[in-house]
């Protein structure tokens, strides 16, 4: 069993920065992929990036070149900086953590672009 627990989300002004943190407990033997993912009301969880365990990552289009996701196996986390964000950044980001036959979830933390 895996637990996940999102930090790091607050208000930023367009153009601003934030760090977002996932931090795992239990065993993460055998994870596939970890990840960022976001949602607003109304909407689909959409993708933003993942790492895979050997360390490979992937960006949606709408945040390449802005976000740089970040993992640490030996810690059991993972990080998302977000630079230049913008105020359809807005959302609730969560982790995920990915296995062969389960995903586990974060709750969430609240990232709000606005001025």
């Known amino acids: 069993q895996v637990q996940l627990v999102e930090s790091g989300g607050g208000l930023v002004p367009p153009g601003g920065s934030l760090r977002l943190s996932c931090a795992a407990s239990?065993?993460?033997?055998?994870?596939?992929?970890m990840g960022w993912y976001r949602q607003t009301p109304g909407k689909e969880r959409e993708f933003v990036a993942v790492?895979?365990?050997?360390?490979?990552?992937i960006y949606a289009d709408s945040v390449k070149g802005r976000f740089t996701i970040t993992r640490d196996n030996v810690k059991k986390t993972i990080d998302l900086q977000m630079n230049s964000l913008k105020p359809e950044d807005t959302a609730v980001y969560y982790c995920?953590?990915?296995?062969?036959?389960?995903?586990?979830w974060g709750q969430g933390t609240q990232v709000t672009v606005s001025s």
């Open positions: 790492a895979t365990s050997s360390g490979t990552t």
């Open positions: 239990g065993s993460i033997s055998g994870v596939l992929a």
């Open positions: 995920n953590f990915r296995f062969l036959t389960t995903t586990y």
